[in-house]
C-alpha cells in the first residue's frame, strides 16, 4: 500500500472553500434523512466539563452509512475567548475511512459548525414552518447566526426580517452586512419581544450565561414555528408543553446530554418521551408527517449532532480535494505492520 | 492575538522522536496517580460497530489537571488491515490547551497506544507484582508487545522470558529482535501453557477474534502478577473471582464500555463491584495498599484509557517541540471573532 496521507484544512482554508449555501443544505437534509432512516452510528455527545459554564469541551462522534464516513468532533465553548479575539466555539472536525479506520482530513470546525447549525435550522424550518412564511424573528447576531438567516431566507424569502441581540455593536454590524448580502432591509429591534412577537419563523440562538426568559409563551403565535437551541434556556419553560408539536434532533442524545436548552426540564422529570412528537431525521425521510395545519404551533430543539458535522466535513473535504485546497499530510509514510 | 498553530507528527515524526522507556513511564505513572487521585475529567470510551468485531472505531476523551491537557484520541479495530500491510489499530491522538479550547496538537497515535499500554503494563506490574520476580511469561508477539517486555525487563531484569504467539512468524521474529534489543535470551514457546505455567509475571496481550481459553486458572501460581487486556475473553474466566486482589483501570469505564477482556462477564451480571479490589490509580496515588503478601495472586485488567494517551502525547509534544520534529499548521492565521 502506498503512504497515507491526511487532508488538513485550518480556518482560512475553509473560508478559501466559500461554499455554497444550497449545497450545505442538501449536505445536512442528506444527513437528517439518513438520521431518520437509522442509516447512521451515534452515541450521545460527551461533554469535559473544566469549568462549566466557563469553559467546556463537547465531543461529538458518528458514522454516516450513506456516504461511508466516520467522524469526531471536539469543540469548545470557551466564554473568555474574546479578550482573544477568538470565538467561544473553536472546534476540529477528523474524519475517517471504513476500510482501515484510517484518518484522511483534518478540518477546522469553528465554521463548519456555525454552517450545519445554520443548515439545520433551515431545513428544520422548511418542514416545520406553516406554508408561505412572511416574518422571521431571529435572537442572535454573531456565530450561527450568520448562517441562519441567509439559509432561512433563501428558502423563504421573507417580507421582513428582525434582529436582536445583547449588544447594540453587534445586531447593527450584523444587520448591516446581512441587509447587503441579501439586499433587502434587516429590522434591528432593542427588545426580544419587539423581534419575535407574532413572527412566522421564530430562532433563538441566543448564547446566555444563566437563564432568561428572552421568548415569552403568549408571544408565539399560532402556526408559528419556533426553534431554540443555546446551551442554556432562554424561552418561558412552558413552551415545550403548550406547543401542538414539539420535535427534537435526537431524542436519545437530549436525554443523555446534561447541557442544553431543555436540559433541565428533562433532569426534573418534567420532560418525558410522551412529550416528543418525533425527530427531524423521522419527518424528513418521510417516515412521519411534519406539520398537519397552519395553526399548529411548533418547537424544534436542535441540539447539534455529529451526523451533520460529518456531512458537512466531507462536502469540505470534497470541495477542497477538487480545487486543491489544503495541506497534504504524511500519516504513514511507509505502511508497516508490526 | 498572534495566528493559532497546529504541531502535527505522522508516524515517522514520531518514530523520529526515539522516546526514552522511563520517560515514557514516567508520564504513564504520573498520569495514572492524577487519576487515583481524581485530578482528570473522564467519560467513558465510546465505541462506532461499524461491523463488529471486523470493524471498530473506539473514542477516548479526558482532561488532565496536573498537565493541564485535554485529549482525545480516535483508534480503530480493524482486521483486516494486515492486508495493506497496516496494523490494525491505526490511531489519532489531537490535544487541546485549557484556555481557549484550541487544538494544539495532531499526533499519530499508533505507536503511542502500544507504548502507554506497555508502560501501564510495566507500571501496573511494578505495583502489584511480588518481590523479585524472575520469569515474565508473555502471549503476543505484535503491537503492544514491543513495549510491555523491554518495560518489563527494566524494571526487573528477568531471569528468564518467555514469549508465545498464534503465528510462529511474529513470534520468532519478536524473540530474535527483542533478544539483540534487551542483550538476554528470549524463550519462544509453542503452547500459551509453556510460557505462562508458574511464571511470576503473566502478560495476556492476545487479540483474539472469538473467546478461547489461553490461560488456565491453575497455571496461575500462588504469587504470581497476572495481566490480561485483549478485547476478547481470553483467560479462564474463573480468574476474576479466584485470584486474591482484582485491579482495573477505571471502574465506570469498564461498566459502561461494552466491549473488553471481561465486559461479558460484567453484562452476565456475574462482575460486579464487589469483586473489584480497587483501581491501580489510588494504588499509584498511595490511596490504596498494593500488594499485601508474597502468595496473593493479583489480576490487573487495563482496558486503557484517555488519560495515558494524553500523557504520552503531551510527552511527544513536548520532545517534538525541543527538537524542532513535525509541521506546524496554520489553524486560525488571523483570529476574528465573529
Chains 1, 2 share one sequence.
Not at 154 to 179: L, N
Request: net charge negative; proline share 4%; glycine share 8%.
Amino acid at each position: 500500500m502506498a503512504g497515507i496521507e491526511i487532508l488538513f484544512l485550518g480556518k482560512e482554508d475553509v473560508d478559501a472553500l466559500d461554499l455554497d449555501l444550497q449545497d450545505i443544505m442538501d449536505a445536512i437534509e442528506l444527513g437528517l434523512k439518513a438520521h431518520g432512516e437509522k442509516e447512521v452510528i451515534m452515541p450521545s455527545k460527551d461533554h469535559l466539563p473544566l469549568d462549566y459554564p466557563e469553559k467546556l469541551f463537547n465531543i461529538l462522534k458518528g458514522y454516516v452509512a450513506p456516504i461511508d464516513v466516520a467522524g469526531v468532533k471536539v469543540i469548545g465553548d470557551f466564554h473568555g475567548n474574546y479578550k482573544h479575539n477568538l470565538p467561544s466555539d473553536l472546534a476540529l472536525i477528523t474524519l475517517y475511512n471504513s476500510e482501515t479506520g484510517a484518518p484522511f482530513a483534518i478540518i477546522d470546525g469553528t465554521l463548519i459548525t456555525w454552517m450545519r447549525t445554520g443548515a439545520v435550522t433551515a431545513v428544520g424550518a422548511k418542514h416545520l414552518a406553516s406554508d408561505n412564511p412572511k416574518v422571521l424573528g431571529h435572537i442572535g447576531a454573531r456565530g450561527t447566526a450568520w448562517y441562519n438567516v441567509p439559509m432561512l431566507d433563501k428558502i423563504f424569502d421573507f417580507e421582513e426580517i428582525r434582529v436582536t441581540s445583547r449588544r447594540p455593536e453587534s445586531r447593527e454590524r450584523f444587520a448591516k452586512a446581512m441587509s447587503q448580502q441579501l439586499g433587502k432591509k434587516i429590522t434591528v429591534t432593542e427588545t426580544t419581544e419587539a423581534a419575535v412577537r407574532d413572527a412566522d419563523i421564530i430562532i433563538d440562538a441566543s448564547r446566555l450565561v444563566e437563564h432568561q426568559v428572552l421568548v415569552e409563551d403568549k408571544w408565539v403565535k399560532p402556526g408559528a414555528h419556533i426553534q431554540a437551541y443555546g446551551a442554556i434556556l432562554s424561552v418561558e419553560p412552558t413552551i415545550p408543553f403548550s406547543v401542538d408539536k414539539f420535535v427534537v434532533d435526537d431524542w436519545n442524545q437530549c436525554q443523555k446530554s446534561q447541557y442544553g436548552q431543555f436540559a433541565g426540564l428533562i433532569q426534573a422529570g418534567d420532560l418525558r418521551t410522551e412529550h416528543i412528537y418525533g425527530e427531524i431525521g423521522e419527518i424528513v425521510a418521510g417516515l412521519k408527517p411534519g406539520r398537519s395545519s397552519q395553526e399548529e404551533r411548533i418547537l424544534f430543539w436542535h441540539k447539534g449532532f455529529a451526523i451533520s458535522d460529518i456531512m458537512l466535513g466531507h462536502l469540505a473535504y470534497q470541495k477542497a480535494v477538487e480545487r486543491g485546497i489544503g495541506t497534504r499530510l504524511p500519516y504513514y509514510q511507509q505502511p508497516q505492520d508490526m
